[in-house]
């Protein structure tokens, strides 16, 4: 099992220009996340799904989007990039109920120029 | 509602001490407690997980944490601390509404001096 993949793992954009992050798990999880790390604030949650074709805003969800089209995959999109969204990014996933961890996938490194 | 506070930004200790990582929690319910670590440039990795019963949890590379109700309190204790310990520690609780969102503390930073 590969587990939580992400692609890319380095992206420079310029400000204005758009991009897709690309999330997937082998693992057959109904849950996935997307969150951002910056330092000193630790891991914020952007947007969740629950289920394939579900999505719901997490903390800090303006300026992205999401897409869950299948269930091992789950889409981030920067629609018009901006500096503040100069951060790392983290996809994860989990089985549903409480009980379970998250399981982390490497992280994208992004920086808006 | 939920909140998660790590009051230690960066923690030092020599190789061999013991560790202590402190974690305070903001949740109306009984919490599911999880820490995770973090290496430099990695992911994160389960430590361990609180959800009931014995308050003293055992997690993977000779950590354990207790959880005690009445200080809102989560701390994470190593005897004996290795160099390869030095990473950043996050606290988590997972809340019980749709989605099972965590929410997670700001990270504590360890070094490790020789």
């Known amino acids: 099992n590969a587990g939580v993949t992400q692609t890319p793992k380095f992206r420079v954009l310029k400000t204005g220009q758009s991009m897709t992050l690309l999330c997937a798990q082998d693992?057959?999880?109904?849950?996935m996340y997307w969150y951002r790390q910056d330092p000193g604030m630790g891991l914020r949650l952007i947007h969740y799904?629950?289920?394939?074709?579900?999505?719901a805003k997490g903390e800090v969800p303006d300026g992205y989007n999401v897409s869950r089209l299948k269930k091992q995959n789950f889409l981030l999109g920067l629609e018009s990039a901006a500096p503040s969204q100069t951060s790392v990014y983290f996809c994860?996933?989990?089985?549903?109920?409480?009980?379970?961890?998250?399981?982390f996938g490497p992280g994208t490194r992004l920086t808006v120029t | 509602a939920q909140s998660v506070t790590q009051p230690d930004i960066h923690i030092t200790v020599s190789e061999g001490a013991s560790l202590e990582l402190r974690c305070n929690y903001s949740?109306?319910?009984?919490?599911?407690l999880f820490w995770y670590v973090q290496s430099p440039g990695q992911g994160l990795q389960l430590l361990l997980k609180?959800?009931?019963?014995?308050?003293l949890v055992q997690g993977i590379k000779g950590f354990e944490a207790e959880f005690k109700r009445s200080q809102s309190s989560f701390n994470l204790r190593k005897p004996s601390v290795h160099w390869s310990d030095a990473a950043e520690y996050f606290c988590?609780?997972?809340?019980?509404?749709?989605?099972?969102?965590?929410?997670f503390g700001t990270g504590t930073s360890l070094t490790v001096i020789p």
């Open positions: 609180y959800f009931s019963g014995d308050t």
């Open positions: 799904s629950v289920g394939e074709g579900t999505t």
């Open positions: 693992m057959n999880h109904e849950y």
């Open positions: 949740y109306g319910a009984t919490p599911y």
């Open positions: 994860a996933s989990s089985p549903p109920g409480v009980i379970y961890e998250q399981y």
């Open positions: 988590a609780v997972g809340a019980r509404h749709t989605g099972n969102q965590f929410y």
